[in-house]
Nanobody, 123 residues
């Protein structure tokens, strides 16, 4: 099986920074596309940033120039560096990944979600 665990959330002041991590564990063969989503109270979950298996990245317009997604392939970890934080960035942040893992009999590719990490931006 595969588990995704996010960490790094917390309280930040406007203009501050946080770095979120998404660690994938299990008998992983490869991590394919990874996306970061967020969900604010009363709002739908929205895509914030993504990185493909080839390393291409994309960002939601409101975070372009402030957030950066990156990965450490050897560590099975994807990061979201968040700078110049604004109160409207307050949300629970989730990572979502397409992961291929070895069941012992065959390789299986599935889509997985982490449990989320709270980010609060407030003075």
């Amino acid at each position: 099986q595969v588990q995704l665990v996010e960490s790094g959330g917390g309280l930040a002041q406007p203009g501050g920074s946080l770095r979120l991590s998404c660690l994938a564990s299990g008998n992983i063969f490869s991590i394919n596309a990874v996306d970061w989503y967020r969900q604010a109270p009363g709002k739908e979950r929205e895509l914030v940033a993504g990185i493909t298996s080839g390393g291409s990245t994309n960002y939601e317009d409101s975070v372009k120039g402030r957030f950066a997604i990156s990965r450490d392939i050897a560590a099975n970890t994807v990061y979201l560096q968040m700078n110049s934080l604004k109160p409207e960035d307050t949300a629970v942040y989730y990572c979502n990944a397409e992961v291929t893992w070895d069941t012992g009999d065959y390789l299986y590719t599935g889509n997985y979600w982490g449990q989320g990490t709270q980010v609060t931006v407030s003075s």
